[in-house]
């Protein structure tokens, strides 16, 4: 069923992979009036049924995201989304210009506190497939352990940083909201408080129906097989502090 009545309102979720992006999309869809369709880049996305889509301008992608999108006939929409993480951008590098440009976006930016977390699950998710564990999952094996070049770690640690500065230059503050990874899985009941107040909709209980579960369990240090000669490289420099181990494990998303 496609959309013909005035548009809704739109917005963005947007981060870097292994963030919560999933997650909180997850929860924001358990509001009748909220609707975000996956990945509107990501050509298997299993929300969009055009899987030509991507041959599309930018503005023609943005509209079929945001004025023809795919419904559902359980939900009244007043507020339709969409996630993309950042290296969608990378491959598609006009687009963030014209989804900046989309008039009364809002956007919803998930940071982790530990970048080097993001990657190493993001590279254990790319080898084992498994990229969610929810409560009422079986248990299942842990995670590959995995060798992380300096390299790829110096890439993507600038690359997280450029993005966070590039959304928050982007977009003026009433238009952006920023939720940490850690809060959302902590909190998430005052996290989705937040952010029904920042999209503008009614607050809604959760029902609690699924949980998002860790992943991975273990440490750095057990997880990156180079740990240590990944730290004696950063060691001093502005990276330093994502290999120091005292924070807490959090549920990987």
Same mark, same amino acid.
């Given at each position: 069923?496609?959309?013909?009545?005035?548009?809704?309102?739109?917005?963005?979720?947007?981060?870097? #992979?292994?963030? $919560?992006?999933?997650?909180?999309?997850?929860?924001?869809?358990?509001?009748?009036?909220?609707?975000?369709?996956?990945?509107?880049?990501?050509?298997?996305?299993?929300?969009?049924? /055009?899987?030509? +889509?991507?041959?599309?301008? &930018?503005?023609?992608?943005?509209e079929l995201a945001y004025l023809r999108f795919p419904t559902r006939s359980d939900k009244e929409v007043t507020h339709v989304g969409c996630k993309i993480n950042e290296p969608q951008f990378q491959e598609r590098p006009s687009f963030f210009n014209e989804l900046a440009r989309w008039p009364g976006l809002k956007v919803i930016l998930l940071s982790r506190r530990n970048t080097l977390e993001s990657l190493r699950s993001l590279v254990q998710a790319r080898q084992s497939r498994q !990229?969610?564990?929810?409560?009422?999952? /079986?248990?299942?094996? #842990?995670?590959? +352990? *995995?060798?992380? =070049?300096?390299?790829?770690?110096? &890439?993507?640690? %600038?690359?997280?940083?450029?993005?966070?500065?590039? *959304?928050?230059? =982007?977009?003026?503050?009433? %238009?952006?909201?920023?939720?940490?990874?850690? %809060?959302?899985?902590?909190?998430?009941?005052?996290?989705?408080?937040?952010? !029904?107040?920042?999209?503008?909709?009614?607050?809604?209980?959760?029902?609690?129906?699924?949980?998002?579960?860790?992943?991975?369990? %273990?440490?750095?240090? /057990?997880? *990156?097989?180079?740990?240590?000669?990944? +730290? +004696?490289?950063?060691? $001093? $420099? #502005?990276?330093?502090?994502?290999?120091?181990?005292? /924070?807490?494990?959090?549920?990987?998303?």
């Amino acid at each position: 069923m496609t959309h013909t009545a005035p548009a809704p309102q739109p917005f963005a979720i947007l981060g870097m #992979p292994r963030t $919560g992006t999933h997650y909180l999309e997850e929860l924001l869809n358990e509001h009748a009036n909220v609707l975000s369709n996956g990945e509107l880049l990501n050509t298997y996305d299993a929300n969009w049924p /055009d899987k030509d +889509r991507l041959l599309r301008s &930018d503005r023609e992608l943005l509209e079929l995201a945001y004025l023809r999108f795919p419904t559902r006939s359980d939900k009244e929409v007043t507020h339709v989304g969409c996630k993309i993480n950042e290296p969608q951008f990378q491959e598609r590098p006009s687009f963030f210009n014209e989804l900046a440009r989309w008039p009364g976006l809002k956007v919803i930016l998930l940071s982790r506190r530990n970048t080097l977390e993001s990657l190493r699950s993001l590279v254990q998710a790319r080898q084992s497939r498994q !990229w969610l564990k929810f409560s009422s999952d /079986d248990d299942t094996a #842990p995670p590959p +352990r *995995v060798n992380l =070049s300096i390299a790829s770690c110096e &890439d993507y640690f %600038r690359a997280a940083d450029e993005f966070h500065a590039r *959304v928050a230059d =982007s977009f003026a503050s009433s %238009r952006l909201l920023e939720i940490e990874y850690e %809060r959302l899985l902590r909190e998430p009941t005052a996290c989705l408080e937040t952010a !029904w107040r920042f999209l503008g909709v009614p607050a809604l209980q959760l029902s609690g129906s699924g949980t998002l579960q860790r992943l991975e369990q %273990r440490p750095l240090d /057990d997880t *990156v097989e180079n740990f240590e000669e990944l +730290r +004696r490289h950063f060691a $001093g $420099g #502005p990276y330093a502090r994502f290999f120091e181990l005292d /924070d807490a494990l959090m549920p990987e998303g």
